[in-house]
């Protein structure tokens, strides 16, 4: 106890010398979240990096999130506790082959969902995060030709909403493809009163049930606003810790995965965050998030697209 104290006051003397800010995704372990000065979801962060005056931004989160950060804020270091931290979900959509889907699909228009790298990124038309996804889908045409990438789940969501039509990329994330609607149907006869919160790169078999889908601060906001005191939270186990800090006296529980004894669903990779690795990357530097600058200047323009599109539906 005293040495995690001790570690959290060395951190923040470092955050002050270094001027750096601690952003931090709610996916993170709770002491990671409680240290940090920012805390949210993915267009939260991105709207964070995009606007700090510090010169050095620690992003505890996973790598995409880094580079996002890099990108909005090149001039600035761009810190990661652990360069390890990948994301399924990005690494189940390489470069080329998204190239290639592009070129055979003439007169699309390329919308990617913001856990991609910054090479698919530089790929793309618009950035999307889970926030704002279905405006920026309708902020397009109706007859619109779109390839969405890399989420399947989250693109067949915004299809079935929008009622377009869009070409999806066979892609997934290894956690949220993980809920077990067994144990959720289990769990929804122990508390019948409880509302089914989920993320939307569930599996539609989970989200089909849902009271609340959408992204990790929407899913919070509504069970912080909402009349009932019981959730049944189908994303991320991280979420719970802002959530129970947001509402003490609501119950949260999270649905567990099909092929675990194990009643959280944790991504491993946003675990590899820890205080101990927080504090030697700002004492040592490194790792630090690099992007190839070609790639830097063409992945800004959508990023910057989806910040401008955000701002305007005051998201
Ligand atoms: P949010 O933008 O909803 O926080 O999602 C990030 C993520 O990685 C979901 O798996
Ligand atoms: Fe990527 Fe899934 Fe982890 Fe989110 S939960 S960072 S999509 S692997």
Not at 37 to 54: E, N, W
Not at 103 to 110: A, E, F, T
Not at 182 to 194: D, G, H, T
Not at 283 to 309: C, T
Request: aromatic share 6%.
């Amino acid at each position: 106890m005293k040495e995690s104290v001790d570690l959290k006051n060395k951190i923040l003397e470092l955050k002050k010398e270094r001027n750096a800010v601690i952003m931090a995704h709610y996916y993170t372990i709770g002491e990671i979240q409680d240290i940090a000065d920012f805390v949210g979801d993915s267009l939260y962060l991105a709207q964070k990096a995009a606007t700090t005056d510090a010169d050095v931004i620690v992003i505890c989160g996973v790598h995409f999130m880094g580079e996002t950060a890099k990108i909005l804020s090149p001039e600035k270091v761009v810190l990661v506790p652990d360069a390890s931290a990948g994301c399924s979900l990005a690494d189940s959509c390489n470069a080329t082959e998204f190239k290639t889907f592009i070129d055979q699909h003439p007169g699309y228009k390329v919308l990617s969902y913001v856990n991609t790298t910054a090479a698919v990124k530089a790929l793309t038309d618009v950035v999307v995060t889970s926030s704002n996804a279905v405006q920026i889908v309708e902020s397009f045409p109706k007859d619109e030709k779109i390839i969405f990438g890399p989420d399947r789940n989250l693109g067949n969501y915004i299809n079935s909403v929008t009622g377009r039509n869009m070409l999806l990329w066979n892609g997934c994330c290894h956690v949220h493809e993980q809920f077990s609607i067994r144990k959720l149907l289990a769990l929804k006869e122990i508390y019948p009163n409880a509302k089914l919160l989920v993320h939307p790169e569930c599996k539609d078999s989970i989200v089909k049930l849902a009271d609340c889908v959408g992204s990790t601060a929407a899913l919070l906001k509504f069970a912080v606003n909402s009349d009932v005191n019981e959730f049944l939270v189908a994303t991320e186990a991280g979420i719970l810790h802002e959530m129970k800090k947001q509402a003490p006296n609501k119950l949260f529980i999270p649905v567990p995965p099909e092929d675990s004894s194990c009643s959280c669903n944790d991504c491993s990779y946003m675990k590899l965050n820890t205080l101990e690795k927080l504090y030697a990357c700002l004492k040592n530097n490194q790792p630090e998030i690099n992007v190839d600058s070609a790639i830097l200047d063409r992945a800004r323009l959508p990023i910057l697209k989806m910040l401008e599109i955000s701002e305007k539906l005051g998201l």
